[in-house]
C-alpha cells in the first residue's frame, strides 16, 4: 500500500496570512474586554471556523450585528467597498486580511469603473469573493461562469478578471466563445498561482492512483473543483471533511492511494487523515521517520532559480531578512525589488509579513540566501507573455527605442522585438513616430531561455478590422439600401465605402441617362445612398447600384409628364432632322425640325447647341415605344409679322426618324 501526498496540498498564503492575522488579534485583545468577529467564515473549513469560536471570535454577516469599538477582521475573500465603509462609520476597527491576490482585482475593477470599461468576472456569482470584486466596481460587472454565459454577452469592448480559484480551461472557453461573437476582451489572468499548481498536482496524482482523497470542507470552492478534477481522472475518488468521513474498508482494497487538500484545510487534519489510513492499512501508528521529512525540509537549502516562501524578520533602508524556513535566512536587497521614486524598503515590508521571492544565490557571502523580488515579477511577467501567446489574447507594450529593422517593445519587465512591418498595417520606414506610445500587440513567439520575445501590432490591427468586416458582411442583404461615401473614381464606375467595405458602382449603375464618367455626377467623399446588388463574401466583392433608388423614369411617366405640359430641358444632342432634348436622366424627348422655330429652319445647328436649356411643350407621349415628341416653337409665342414655321414644309432631306432610329440615336 502506497499513500502519496500531492504537492500544494493545504493552506494557501491568503488563508494562512488570514489565521494569524485572526491569532494575532486574540493576544492584542486578551483581557480588553473588545469583541472580535470575522465578516463571515473566516476561511470554508468548520473545524478551523468552531476552534475559533471557542477562543471568543465569533462570525458577524454585516456590519450591523457589530458595535463601535469591536474588532472586524476581513477574511481573505475580500468585501465589497461598501462593507468597508459601512464598518467605518459604525465606529468597528478594521483588520484587513483579504488576500492580496484578490485586494490586486479589487484594485483592477476599481481602475477600469473610473475609465468607463464594460467589466466582466469570471467566477461563481455566488461565491463571496466574486461579491466582493463586484462590490468595488459599483456591483455593475457581468458575472460569467459558463461559455452558455459567454455567449449571452452582447459583442463589445469587455475587460476581464477571474476569481481566482476557477480553473485556467473556464477562461479558455469563456474568452474563446467571446472572440468567436465578435467581443474584443481584454484580459487579466487573476487566478491564483497557488491555485492552478494545486489543481495541477491533484490532476497529475489522480491519472495514476488506484484511489484518491479530497481532504476539506464541502463549502470550500477550490476543494470542490478539486474533487471534480479528480473525479474525472479517477472514478475512485472520496471527498473527506475530516476523519470521521474516512472510508477505511473502501481505501484497503487499493494499492496506491492519493491524498489532496484544499486551500482551506488545516495541516493538522491532513495529518491525521493520513495517519488514520496508514493505522488501519498497516495496523501500526506512523514512526517518527514517517514524520521526519518537515524537519528534512528545514535543513535543505533552495536551490538557485527556485521560488520560496518566507516570514519577514527584519527591515531596513537596505535590506530584508526573511526566515525561509530553513537553516539560512533569506537577504532581499533593496537593488531587488521594484521601488517607486522616493519610497524606501519599510514602506513595502513590515516585520511578520509573508513574502515571495526567487533565489538568486544560495550564499550572499555574508552566510544568507540572496533572493530577488524583481526577478519574481519578470517570471510572472514572461509566464503572461507565454500566456497570450498559447491563448491568442492581447498585451499592452511600450515602445522604447528603435533598432535595426525594428523596435524594442516593453511589457512590463521585459523587453521584446517588433518588426518594422508589424507595427502597422500601413508601410513603416521609420519607427521614430511610435517612440514612447503604448501599442496593443500579438505575441508571435516566445524563447524564454534566450529571453526572447517577438510582438506584432499589425496582427491586432488586422485582426479589429476582419472582425469589422465579418460583422458588416453578417449585416449586409442583396436589395438593402445603405449609406455610403465616394471613395475613389476609375474610368467605369467609382468605389464607395459603405461602413469599411469598398462597393463597385458602376458607371451604368450610376443614372438612368447615359455618363462618360463618374465625376459628371460624383465627388469624393459624397455621401450617397446606394442599393446593394449582388455580393460575394469569398471574392470581397460588393456591386452598388444609385439609380436603383430612384424610380426608372419611363414607370411613372405619367404620373410626371402630360401631353400639352410645358417642360424644361437640356439639348443633349443634334440630328439633321432634330435635337434631342433631356428632361431628366434617362428621359430624353424629340423636337423635331420643324418644331425648332416659328420661321422655316433648314440647319439645326444654326438655332440650338448642345447644353441650352430650352422650353418645350409635349405634343406625344408613346410609352409602349417610349417615345416623347416635343415643341419648342409651341411654347413660344409666334412672331406677329411670320407665318407659322408648321404651315411650311420640311425639306426633303430632314425626313423623321422610325422609332427605332430616334432610340438608336439617343443611345450614341
Not at 479528480?230 to 472520496?238: A, G, L, R, V
Not at 533572493?371 to 511600450?398: F, G, P, Q, R
Not at 508601410?427 to 513616430?433: K, L, R, S, T
Not at 414607370?555 to 435635337?579: C, F, H, L, P, R
Amino acid at each position: 500500500m502506497e499513500i502519496i501526498r500531492a504537492e500544494n496540498s493545504g493552506f494557501c498564503f491568503g488563508v494562512r496570512r488570514a489565521i494569524e492575522k485572526t491569532e494575532e488579534q486574540i493576544k492584542l485583545s486578551k483581557g480588553s474586554g473588545r469583541k472580535i468577529y470575522t465578516c463571515g467564515p473566516l476561511i470554508h473549513n468548520r473545524l478551523v471556523t468552531d476552534g475559533l469560536k471557542r477562543r471568543g471570535v465569533d462570525i458577524a454577516e454585516k456590519p450591523e450585528d457589530m458595535k463601535p469599538g469591536d474588532i472586524a477582521i476581513i477574511r481573505s475573500h475580500g468585501e465589497t467597498r461598501a462593507f468597508f465603509d459601512a464598518l467605518k462609520e459604525a465606529g468597528v476597527e478594521t483588520v484587513d486580511a483579504t488576500c492580496p491576490f484578490v485586494g490586486k482585482i479589487h484594485r483592477l475593477v476599481a481602475e477600469a469603473e473610473e475609465q468607463g470599461k464594460s467589466i466582466v468576472i469570471i467566477g461563481d456569482r455566488n461565491h463571496p469573493e466574486v461579491i466582493g470584486i463586484n462590490g468595488w466596481c459599483g456591483n455593475k460587472a457581468r458575472i460569467v461562469g459558463s461559455r452558455e454565459e459567454a455567449a449571452e454577452l452582447e459583442p463589445g469592448k469587455y475587460f476581464i478578471v477571474c476569481q481566482t480559484t476557477i480553473r485556467r480551461s473556464l477562461l479558455g472557453d469563456v474568452t474563446e466563445i467571446m472572440i468567436e461573437r465578435g467581443s474584443e476582451p481584454e484580459i487579466k489572468n487573476t487566478i491564483c498561482s497557488a491555485t492552478s499548481e494545486r489543481q495541477k498536482s491533484c490532476e497529475e496524482l489522480a491519472k495514476t492512483a488506484d484511489a484518491m482523497i479530497i481532504i476539506g470542507d464541502r463549502k470550500s470552492s477550490n476543494t470542490c473543483k478539486l474533487y471534480d478534477i479528480s473525479k474525472k481522472h479517477c472514478k475512485n475518488t472520496f471527498f473527506v471533511e475530516n476523519i470521521g468521513d474516512l472510508p477505511l474498508k473502501e481505501i484497503q482494497k487499493y494499492n496506491k492511494i492519493g491524498v489532496a487538500a484544499g486551500a482551506s484545510t488545516p495541516e493538522c487534519v491532513i495529518k491525521e487523515v493520513i495517519a488514520d489510513m496508514s493505522e488501519a492499512i498497516t495496523n501500526e501508528k506512523l514512526s517518527m521517520e514517517d514524520f521526519m521529512d518537515e524537519i528534512d525540509a528545514s535543513l535543505r537549502l533552495p536551490r538557485t532559480g527556485e521560488i520560496v516562501d518566507g516570514k519577514v524578520h527584519q527591515v531596513n533602508d537596505k535590506e530584508v531578512i526573511i526566515n525561509l524556513g530553513c537553516k539560512k535566512d533569506g537577504i532581499l536587497p533593496a537593488s531587488e525589488v521594484t521601488l517607486e521614486e522616493g519610497q524606501k524598503l519599510t514602506d513595502l515590508f513590515k516585520e511578520g509579513d509573508e513574502i515571495q521571492a526567487k533565489v538568486v544565490k544560495t550564499d550572499d557571502g555574508d552566510g544568507g540566501i540572496l533572493l530577488s523580488k524583481k526577478k519574481l515579477e519578470i517570471n510572472e511577467h514572461w509566464n503572461e507573455i507565454s500566456d497570450a501567446l498559447e491563448n491568442k489574447s492581447t498585451i499592452s507594450v511600450k515602445v522604447i527605442r528603435p533598432v535595426n529593422g525594428g523596435v524594442i517593445a516593453a511589457y512590463k519587465e521585459v523587453s521584446g522585438f517588433m518588426p518594422l512591418s508589424q507595427l502597422s498595417d500601413r508601410y513603416v520606414e521609420n519607427a521614430d513616430e511610435f517612440i514612447g506610445q503604448t501599442l496593443d500587440v500579438k505575441v508571435t513567439r516566445v524563447d524564454q531561455r534566450r529571453n526572447r520575445a517577438v510582438f506584432s501590432h499589425k496582427a491586432v490591427i488586422n485582426e479589429i478590422k476582419q472582425k469589422q468586416i465579418a460583422e458588416i458582411w453578417a449585416h449586409l442583404n442583396v436589395g438593402d439600401i445603405v449609406e455610403g461615401t465616394v471613395m475613389r473614381f476609375t474610368d467605369y464606375g467609382a468605389f464607395v465605402d459603405i461602413g469599411g467595405i469598398d462597393g463597385l458602382l458602376h458607371i451604368s449603375e450610376i443614372s438612368w441617362g447615359k455618363l462618360r464618367h463618374p465625376q459628371e455626377v460624383l465627388k469624393i467623399g459624397q455621401k450617397i445612398n446606394v442599393k446593394i446588388l449582388s455580393m460575394n463574401e469569398e471574392k470581397g466583392k460588393i456591386s452598388l447600384g444609385l439609380k436603383q433608388t430612384t424610380p426608372e423614369p419611363w414607370s411613372v411617366i405619367n404620373d410626371n409628364y402630360q401631353v400639352g405640359q410645358i417642360v424644361t430641358g437640356k439639348v443633349v444632342q443634334i440630328k439633321e432632322y432634330g435635337a434631342f432634348v433631356e428632361l431628366e436622366p434617362g428621359l430624353d424627348g424629340l423636337v423635331h425640325i420643324s418644331e425648332v422655330a416659328h420661321k422655316r429652319v433648314t440647319n439645326i445647328a444654326d438655332e440650338l447647341t448642345v447644353g441650352q436649356e430650352v422650353n418645350a411643350k409635349i405634343l406625344e407621349i408613346d410609352t409602349e415605344r417610349k417615345r416623347i415628341s416635343l415643341s419648342i416653337k409651341e411654347a413660344m409665342d409666334a412672331p406677329a409679322d411670320e407665318e407659322p414655321a408648321a404651315e411650311e414644309a420640311a425639306p426633303e432631306t430632314a425626313e423623321e426618324p422610325a422609332a427605332e432610329e430616334t432610340a438608336e440615336a439617343v443611345e450614341e
